[in-house]
């Protein structure tokens, strides 16, 4: 059994959705196609997928097999592909998940640079409003986490931020600057959906937290929309101080009640459980590991 070709023609299967559209892709028959697959579950010894006459679906030793096999398949690519090359030049597509805040705000302005420093490596890059539940099926995933929250994941943190208060000054203007919290209840809350009640917390000090029910003009889960909102006057918004820091040097965002923070989050990067991380994975990290404006010290 040529076990490498076998490897890729059962993650190729699950790529192209079926046996049919794989042998397609690889330019080989159904029949090989068939009979590769069932020779690696026989050298495994264990069933990787449930085939039907419409569908396939992953076993739980396929779904963790090909989880592990991507990483694989993608070190001996770029094994060969430096071997090829005579460089140490990255080449093929890194595959990334992100929420699409952190892709418009944090991904994006890299990716120019990025490109100028690896112009044979591109970025795949899928947005999604809860990316931690997709991590397994990509190279890397750009997460936000509240603090406390523990997800079965590897992740590294790249910066810290909070969630603050801010209007801009047409809104102020007109409908005043609030001075306590308890002076939220008389403006208009543009908010991510969830609870009901606003709740501040101190930014320093052991003082008590704050709930404040405010007046909701505006919810949405969208992170653009929000900022958009509040960019335009229509109320007062809590936002991610690291993705809202160019608005606020520009002074179209005012940071309302600085004593006071609605949240405090780590933007990091989260990792398959592989025992192998590819080269390029690894250069993306690196890559991102570095100060992002805005980020909360």
Do not use: K
Request: proline content about 7%.
């Amino acid at each position: 059994m040529d076990r490498l070709l076998s490897m890729r023609v059962f993650q190729r299967v699950i790529d192209e959705g079926g046996f049919a559209a794989a042998a397609r892709a690889l330019a080989l028959s159904p029949a090989a196609v068939t009979r590769l697959v069932g020779d690696l579950e026989a050298h495994l010894g264990a069933r990787l997928m449930q085939r039907s006459t419409r569908s396939i679906r992953l076993t739980e030793a396929g779904r963790a097999y090909l989880e592990s096999l991507r990483a694989i398949l993608q070190g001996i690519d770029e094994a060969e592909a430096v071997a090829a090359a005579g460089t140490r030049e990255l080449q093929g597509t890194l595959r990334i998940v992100s929420a699409p805040a952190l892709a418009a705000h944090v991904l994006a302005p890299r990716i120019a640079p990025w490109r100028a420093l690896h112009p044979r490596l591109a970025l795949d890059i899928a947005t999604d409003p809860l990316p931690q539940q997709l991590v397994a099926a990509f190279d890397l995933g750009l997460l936000l986490l509240e603090d406390g929250c523990d997800l079965n994941l590897a992740v590294r943190p790249l910066a810290r931020t909070e969630t603050i208060l801010c209007a801009s000054p047409a809104y102020l203007r007109r409908a005043g600057v609030p001075g306590r919290p308890e002076a939220l209840a008389d403006h208009a809350c543009l908010r991510f959906p969830g609870a009901r009640r606003l709740r501040l917390q101190p930014r320093q000090g052991a003082a008590s937290a704050v709930e404040v029910e405010m007046p909701v003009a505006l919810q949405s889960a969208s992170f653009e929309l929000l900022c958009q909102a509040a960019l335009e006057g229509a109320g007062i918004a809590a936002l991610a101080s690291a993705l809202v820091a160019p608005q606020l040097a520009r002074g179209e965002l005012v940071r309302l009640l600085p004593a006071w923070v609605a949240g405090r989050f780590t933007i990091c990067a989260a990792l398959p459980r592989r025992t192998l991380m590819p080269a390029r994975t690894r250069a993306f990290l690196d890559f991102l590991d570095s100060p992002l404006p805005g980020a909360a010290s």
